[in-house]
């Protein structure tokens, strides 16, 4: 079992930057992939950036590939997403998401955090 709490989140300009970060309780963490998913009003949960159990492989979505980097810390249990040249459409609830493997479908992810805000002013 595993718990996840997104932080990180708020209000920045075009072209800001944020990094959000996510917490997971238990002994489990390393052993499982991670993901980066967002949520905007009225628009289905879309993936944003994967990594690896190890942190040996990155997957990002196009929206995103250049300005968001993903990286984890197995000592600490927490995934994070740097996040730069921020635009507009970044505006979503940011999730982070543990699974088994390679995934870029919520499908693939079996525990997720409540969410952080992020909303981006043009």
């Known amino acids: 079992q595993m718990q996840l709490v997104e932080s990180g989140g708020g209000l920045v300009q075009t072209g800001g930057s944020l990094r959000l970060s996510c917490a997971a309780s238990?002994?489990?963490?390393?052993?499982?992939?991670m993901g980066w998913f967002r949520q905007a009003p009225g628009k289905e949960r879309e993936f944003v950036a994967f990594?690896?159990?190890?942190?040996?492989?990155?997957y990002y979505a196009d929206s995103v590939k250049g300005r968001f980097t993903i990286s984890r810390d197995n000592a600490k249990s927490t995934v994070d997403l740097q996040m730069n040249s921020l635009k507009p459409e970044d505006t979503a609830v940011y999730y982070c998401?543990?699974?088994?493997?390679?995934?870029?479908?919520?499908?693939?992810?079996?525990?997720w955090g409540p969410g952080t805000q992020v909303t981006v002013s043009s």
């Open positions: 998401a543990a699974g088994i493997g390679f995934g870029t479908t919520t499908a693939a992810y079996h525990y």
């Open positions: 990594i690896s159990r190890t942190g040996g492989t990155t």
């Open positions: 238990g002994r489990t963490f390393s052993i499982h992939a």
